[in-house]
């Protein structure tokens, strides 16, 4: 007799498209449990800049992999994978349901998908290309993976170094194109019984939500959260300090960006990044679109959700 699969409910969508509130209101009528799916919110002390949801926001809900690493420890797939499947064992061994919510798209394929991952060990190729970078720049590098790799060049950010060279060197080593090989696993099936939500928004309507949340986010103290933790020691291409709402102000703090203009970058970066997630989310297959301006109202959205699930 088959196994009868184990649900799973996947709450995505682009950045400021107000994931965090409908998520709660998802897991407590589903009785659930919430797993991060989130690169950046999983380090301590990085807040504001995050996002994260506070404690007081969660209402008793649990929430998983969230506030579990310092800023200084590297986080990849293939750690969010493993700690998430190891979040998720618990939870139904609980007798509830997971709700992974967050942003990074490449991080819930893999999760919803069960690919799995190797650590390749520090290569000849990685360390060329890590001084490339340092000696030619970042833009240098990745207009090296616009040409072997356009399609992946172009979901990534040119400052995102360490996915850069994942690219290149998983292309050098491989002979394969990285964008292939993800086409490739998106044609696996889930081993879950999959619920995969795409919440959207008008595009103008998103981008006025990131610039009003950045300002936000100046008002409760951005400057002086990334600051501080470079002032500590961290450093540019520690993956933590890669986050948006971080990176920009290593320029700032070196006297090359006024705090005005810094504030404009991060919403630039914000704005693209948002496009980015919703380019890779539109490639994915087995997802559910979610458009707000469908539903005036959040009940009438929610519900629909759970009509979705519970048929």
Excluded at 82 to 106: D, K, L, N, W
Aim: charged share 30%; glycine share 6%; net charge negative.
């Amino acid at each position: 007799m088959e196994r009868k699969k184990r649900p799973l409910v996947v709450l995505t969508g682009p950045t400021a498209v107000g994931k965090t509130a409908l998520s709660l209101r998802l897991a407590r009528a589903l009785d659930g449990e919430i797993v991060s799916a989130d690169s950046m919110q999983v380090y301590r002390r990085m807040d504001i800049g995050t996002a994260k949801v506070t404690r007081q926001e969660m209402e008793g809900i649990p929430h998983h992999l969230i506030d579990v690493l310092e800023p200084d420890e590297d986080f990849n797939v293939v750690t969010f994978t493993s700690m998430a499947r190891e979040a998720m064992e618990g939870i139904y061994s609980r007798g509830r349901i997971p709700v992974v919510t967050g942003g990074t798209g490449f991080y819930i394929q893999a999760l919803a998908y069960d690919v799995n991952f190797e650590e390749h060990q520090e290569s000849g190729c990685r360390s060329k290309l890590r001084a490339l970078a340092e000696e030619k720049g970042a833009e240098h590098l990745h207009s090296l993976l616009e040409e072997v790799d356009p399609a992946y060049a172009a979901g990534i950010h040119a400052n995102n170094v360490k996915r850069v060279i994942r690219a290149l060197e998983f292309f050098y080593e491989t002979g394969t194109r990285l964008s292939d090989h993800n086409s490739r696993e998106r044609e696996r099936t889930s081993p879950y019984d999959l619920w995969y939500f795409v919440l959207n928004c008008r595009r103008q309507d998103l981008y006025d939500r990131i610039n009003r949340r950045v300002d936000q986010m100046m008002d409760l103290g951005l400057e002086q959260e990334a600051c501080g933790l470079i002032r500590e020691g961290l450093r540019e291409d520690m993956t933590s300090m890669q986050g948006i709402g971080y990176r920009e102000f290593f320029p700032y703090l070196r006297g090359e960006r006024s705090l005005d203009e810094t504030v404009e970058q991060i919403k630039k970066d914000t704005r693209h990044f948002a496009k980015r997630q919703l380019t890779w989310f539109r490639r994915e297959k087995d997802v559910i679109w979610m458009n707000k301006e469908d539903y005036p109202e959040e009940d009438r959205l929610l519900a629909s959700m759970l009509s979705r699930i519970r048929a």
